[in-house]
């Protein structure tokens, strides 16, 4: 069955940085484009970043861009978000999701940035 697997969360400080990664299985990952969500209490689940099958188009919420980054290797059917100089408002539960019919989402790491 398809699986989604996401590690790399943690406390970090403003101004610090994290990788994200997402571990697929039970699905041709190559095929399909991929999303990063991400979640904070008491708000709506907000899109973050949108990559195509082959890596090669990205969209990034106006909110991240410039400081996140995201990739994936299809060898490894792993998807990462690289996320540079973090901010508190960027803490939130962090989701990957498989742009499949149905869509499928990860269980999610926490995200926490604070002095």
């Known amino acids: 069955q398809v699986q989604l697997v996401e590690s790399g969360g943690g406390l970090v400080q403003p101004g610090g940085s994290l990788r994200l990664s997402c571990a697929a299985s039970?699905?041709?990952?190559?095929?399909?484009?991929m999303r990063w969500y991400r979640q904070a209490p008491g708000k709506e689940r907000e899109l973050v970043a949108t990559?195509?099958?082959?890596?090669?188009?990205?969209v990034y919420a106006d909110s991240v861009k410039g400081r996140f980054t995201i990739s994936r290797d299809n060898a490894k059917k792993t998807m990462y978000l690289q996320m540079n100089s973090l901010k508190p408002e960027d803490t939130a539960m962090y989701y990957c999701?498989?742009?499949?019919?149905?869509?499928?989402w990860g269980q999610g790491t926490q995200v926490t940035v604070s002095s």
């Open positions: 990559i195509n099958s082959v890596g090669s188009i990205t």
């Open positions: 999701m498989v742009r499949s019919d149905p869509a499928y």
């Open positions: 039970g699905f041709t990952f190559s095929n399909y484009a």
